[in-house]
């Protein structure tokens, strides 16, 4: 069985340009979540998708962040006008609503 | 003070030794407590979760709580080369356990 998949697994962009990092769950999984994982800082919680309920996206950091979820499946986030501080690995997450989170490998976004 | 602290280390124990890892944490509300592992350049999966105080075992790993003292613990036994990865603590409030804060991790190598 399929994990997480996450595309791309790195992406190098230059300063100002949009980026768009896609997350494929595992199937049946109703509930996705977006992290990100800076140097030095730990996971920090993005946003959460639940089914078809309205998304928790109270960690977004700035409106230059957005994330959508079509189909109740794929995900995408989506960065605005990139900027250095953005340099990080965007983790997503998949599960049943349960304790247990299913991660991805990521994507390492290098901004230049 | 960030609500989760975790020593980054790194640490590093011969084969067979005992590994002690710890968090403290700051949110009374936490009620859901998890330790997740990560391999380099892999996403984190989850070892184990504790709901509120106590002890938990699996197999060489023991999960500790202690609300009183807003301190958890994660200790292995007999350790081995291929428990070499970052350890991260993780929480969650009752009714948003879906949003959980990360402590930073710590890297530990056991060396063979």
């Known amino acids: 069985g399929a994990g997480v998949s996450q595309s791309p697994s790195n992406k190098v962009t230059e300063k100002g340009k949009d980026v768009e990092l896609r997350c494929d769950p595992i199937?049946?999984?109703?509930?996705l979540y977006w992290y990100r994982q800076s140097l030095g800082q730990g996971l920090e919680f993005l946003i959460y998708?639940?089914?078809?309920?309205?998304?928790?996206k109270s960690g977004l950091p700035s409106d230059r962040f957005s994330a959508e979820r079509t189909g109740g499946s794929v995900s995408t986030l989506t960065i605005q006008r990139t900027q250095q501080e953005d340099s990080a690995v965007y983790l997503c997450?998949?599960?049943?609503?349960?304790?247990?989170?299913?991660f991805g490998e990521g994507s390492r976004l290098t901004v230049l | 003070q960030k609500e989760v602290e975790q020593d980054p280390g790194p640490l590093s124990v011969p084969e067979g030794a005992i590994v002690s890892l710890n968090c403290t944490y700051s949110?009374?509300?936490?009620?859901?407590f998890m330790w997740y592992r990560q391999y380099s350049r892999k996403g984190p999966e989850l070892l184990m979760y504790?709901?509120?105080?106590g002890n938990k075992e699996d197999g060489r790993f023991t999960a500790q709580v202690d609300k009183s003292s807003k301190y958890i613990s994660l200790f292995i036994r007999d350790s081995q080369p291929s428990d070499s990865a970052t350890y991260l603590c993780a929480m969650s409030e009752r009714g948003s356990n879906y949003k959980l804060t990360f402590g930073k991790g710590t890297l530990l190598t056991v060396n063979p």
């Open positions: 504790t709901y509120s105080s």
């Open positions: 199937s049946g999984h109703t509930a």
């Open positions: 949110n009374s509300a936490f009620q859901y």
């Open positions: 997450a998949s599960s049943t609503g349960g304790i247990e989170l299913f």
């Open positions: 998708f639940q089914g078809n309920s309205a998304p928790d």
